[in-house]
DNA sequence: AACGTCCTCAACCGCGGCGTG
DNA sequence: GCACGCCGCGGTTGAGGACGT
């Protein structure tokens, strides 16, 4: 089908020098973000435009926060995984600061161990055990480090059902316990956080709002655990 | 000290959505 | 309606550092 963009013999590949991040630098803050696919000619850079926005995205944007993440911080990314699925810029869209690519990375390596640990199935969100008595509150941060404790103890009532689709969105539905369960803002068809959006993003809100509002319009929501 | 294994994270790749002609 | 090009997303890879033996 389409040929990739990447294929052009003489550009760079692999880790950028401090040179190549300065050029990039250099010229955004002289041009701004746009077009991407003219910007390496422009900027004199050997590289695709692919692994420019990469690159200025993930790193060299003035207002990404590097460093660790705050237990908030990872609550909320695992709240928003169990309603939005793997769809890590809408999950990165509310902690700001955070790429999609850091918080992919961190629930790879940190949250999906952490949670498979518990017996947690970092997937649906569910326990995978089958449980032996009603489940007391489950606190993550107590439990996380005992293999023996998830075996005994915050078992969910119900037995898991298996139920691999990825959780949509789900908004405004105060009867699940999703809802019940998150004091958060999540009304994603609205509400993105602050920062002013220059058109092209407008332009992929706007078609995420859509996207939103399709798989809000579709089946229930399932019942989460949800900590 | 040397080696092997694990872990982290920057970067790449392929695909799908969207706009345009 | 179709083909094409660009952009952005999510999955995956691989280099290199950390850690254990």
């Known amino acids: 089908m ?16 401090k040179q190549e991040d ?5 010229y955004i803050r002289t ?10 000619k422009a900027a004199g850079l050997d590289r695709c435009g692919k692994s420019c926005r990469l690159r200025w995205i993930n790193y060299l944007r003035p207002d990404i926060k590097r460093g660790n993440f705050g237990q908030d911080e990872e609550d909320l990314i695992i709240k928003l995984h169990a309603l939005l699925g ?17 918080v992919k990375n961190y629930w ?28 007391p509150k489950c606190d993550v941060s107590a439990s996380a480090t005992s293999s023996e404790s998830t075996n005994n ?19 405004n539905k105060t009867t699940d316990r999703v809802s019940d369960s998150l004091d958060l803002n999540l009304d994603l068809t609205i509400a993105f956080p602050s920062p002013p959006a220059t058109s092209a993003e407008e332009k992929r ?21 949800l900590f």
């Open 205 to 225: 809100r706007v078609s995420k709002t859509r996207m939103t509002k399709q798989v809000e319009s579709s089946e229930p929501v399932p019942t989460l655990l």
């Open 31 to 40: 041009h701004g973000e746009g077009c991407w696919r003219s910007l390496p």
């Open 153 to 171: 103890e915050c078992k969910p009532s119900p037995p898991p059902q298996p139920q691999p689709q990825p959780l949509k969105p789900s908004v």
């Open 86 to 102: 793997n769809r890590w810029s809408l999950i990165a869209g509310r902690l700001p600061g955070r790429t999609d690519n850091e």
């Open 108 to 135: 790879n390596s940190h949250i999906r161990r952490k949670l498979i640990s518990m017996g947690i199935d970092p997937n649906n969100h569910r326990l995978n055990q089958i449980p032996l008595r009603p489940p």
């Open 22 to 26: 300065q050029k990039l630098i250099d």
């Open 2 to 17: 389409r040929k990739p963009c990447c294929d052009k013999e003489g550009t760079n590949k692999g880790a950028w020098s």
